[in-house]
């Protein structure tokens, strides 16, 4: 097989940096032993592939899990430490990390969600629970979280996740998508005549 179409096919398959220009011996050793450790040990190049800075989702840890065997659990855990929930009360976790990681302090992001302090508070620390997402929203919208971020808080406190295809929510997702406030999210859903973000009410 010539040099170039052999080094065009390694690379389509394999996108190994070793392999650029030409198909050398050690390149040729270089390949056998990479499809060695895919088919031998797929869960293990799983782990190794995995680049740190990368966010994985859901359903990208499930087709991890699908290769996983039961000896490759420690290394499944120490791979993706960073993706998995830890401790009895995550939703806690997952906003505190997401509130430092922005910057922000908790007073803030009340402020910015037009919630009262203390139930705030109550809320973050999962003392308090509601049934109205709208009220959660609001917490995600004052914290500046992503959209992405806002779908795994909202499955975290065991709310419905925003979903496209519903007017209402079509909105909502498009604040998150443009880091808008809570007031600026209650103009548009007013001007499309969809109901505005529920306030915290005395009852709750």
């Known amino acids: ?10 690379i389509q398959r394999f996108d ?14 270089a390949v056998i032993l990479y499809c060695f450790y895919c088919v031998f040990l ?4 799983e782990y190794s592939m995995k680049d740190p800075q990368e966010a994985i989702s859901t359903d990208g840890l499930q087709k991890i899990l699908l290769k996983t065997k039961p000896d490759d659990i420690p290394a ?19 906003m505190n990390a997401r509130i430092k990681e922005k910057g922000l302090s908790k007073q803030q992001v009340f402020l910015a969600a037009d919630l009262p302090e203390k139930y705030g508070y109550k809320l973050l620390e999962e003392e308090k629970h509601t049934q109205k997402r709208d009220i959660y929203l609001r917490l995600f919208y004052g914290a500046r979280l992503t959209l992405q971020e806002a779908q795994r808080a ?51």
């Open 1 to 10: 097989m010539p040099d170039k179409l052999y080094s065009v096919l390694c």
């Open 154 to 204: 909202l499955r975290l406190a065991g709310q419905e996740q925003l979903y496209a295809r519903i007017r209402r929510d079509c909105a909502l997702i498009i604040g998150f998508n443009n880091s808008l406030s809570v007031d600026k999210v209650n103009e548009i859903l007013q001007q499309y005549e969809l109901e505005t973000l529920s306030p915290c009410g005395s009852s709750e």
């Open 16 to 29: 190994l940096p070793i392999i650029r220009k030409s198909a050398s011996f050690f390149e040729f050793h």
């Open 42 to 45: 797929p869960g293990k190049a």
């Open 76 to 94: 499944y855990y120490e791979a993706h430490k960073d993706d998995l929930i830890r401790g009895d009360r995550p939703f806690m976790d997952y």
